[in-house]
């Protein structure tokens, strides 16, 4: 599947740390307890607690390669160019693009950068040189890992191109952004201002009681709290716990339904269709 889109659409947060979701396993199953749990009260993480009545775990996935993002110390040229993105999930995506060789690139390498959901540190990816053609273009092709590093699917990517010699950046683009997701199915959304529901082989009614249950958490929440209204809350919920475990970490606990991403504003759950029951346990009365 492709999928291309550009322009920067704004940061949605820095905390990045997942918080892992498992139904509890004591008797009667009515206790929560949590591990390790952030002390960001942000309303994503709230609401991943109060969803899913579980247990936490952290996720401290590593990054390939990162570096923090500076300003240019020289006069860096502009690179325009549009770029064209392939999901191949769950392993990652490649990006494509031909860019005008010029001379001065001869003895250069080409990167991809890309940050998670507008965090600040760039991620960094090395792009193999292609012959010039007779036009005087290079086909380009990045390949972005996002399994081995675990990026959770449901996020934006901002991606940018960069020419870069031994004295530094030689050539940049402007920056794109595109969205990683488990394109495996066929999602509808569902929203409010503040919370997006993304399902697939749910009950059209079901999935709006599972919309307003959610919003009545939130606004329950920031009264509770006292808090300013929070960015718009990404849900997305697979009816089965095989599909669900197919978009997560490898070797994730089996017993594992649903993760918390409080700093991408992001849930991920498992709610079979038509589970009344389950809706009224994990959300919070």
Not at 66 to 90: C, G, K, M, R, Y
Request: hydrophobic share 45%.
């Amino acid at each position: 599947m492709s999928w291309r889109k550009s322009a920067r659409d704004g940061g949605l947060g820095n905390d990045s740390s997942p918080q892992l979701i498992a139904l509890p396993s004591c008797a009667g199953g009515s206790g929560i307890a949590i591990h390790r749990a952030p002390t960001r009260r942000s309303i994503a993480w709230l609401v991943g607690v109060v969803l899913f009545a579980s247990v936490a775990w952290p996720i401290a996935p590593e990054p390939v390669s990162a570096q923090t993002a500076t300003p240019p110390v020289h006069e860096v040229a502009s690179l325009d160019l549009e770029s064209a993105v392939t999901i191949d999930f769950p392993r990652g995506m490649t990006i494509s693009t031909a860019v005008e060789w010029d001379d001065i690139y001869n003895d250069a390498w080409v990167e991809v950068l890309y940050t998670v959901a507008g965090d600040d540190t760039a991620n960094l990816a090395f792009v193999p040189l292609a012959p010039v053609s007779a036009s005087g273009e290079m086909a380009l092709t990045a390949t972005l890992d996002l399994q081995a590093q675990f990026v959770p699917s449901g996020v934006s990517l901002d991606f940018w191109w960069r020419v870069v010699s031994d004295d530094g950046p030689v050539a940049e683009s402007a920056p794109e952004q595109t969205f990683w997701f488990d394109d495996r199915w066929e999602w509808q959304q569902l929203q409010t201002d503040q919370v997006r529901l993304h399902y697939y082989d749910h009950d059209p009614a079901f999935a709006q009681e599972m919309l307003d249950a959610s919003q009545a958490t939130v606004s329950k929440l920031e009264q509770r709290f006292s808090l300013a209204q929070s960015a718009p809350l990404d849900i997305w919920v697979y009816p089965s716990s095989e599909d669900f475990r197919g978009a997560q970490q490898p070797n994730s606990r089996e017993s594992i339904a649903g993760a918390s991403y409080p700093g991408y504003f992001l849930v991920v759950a498992v709610v079979p269709d038509g589970s009344t029951n389950e809706v009224g346990r994990v959300v919070l009365h």
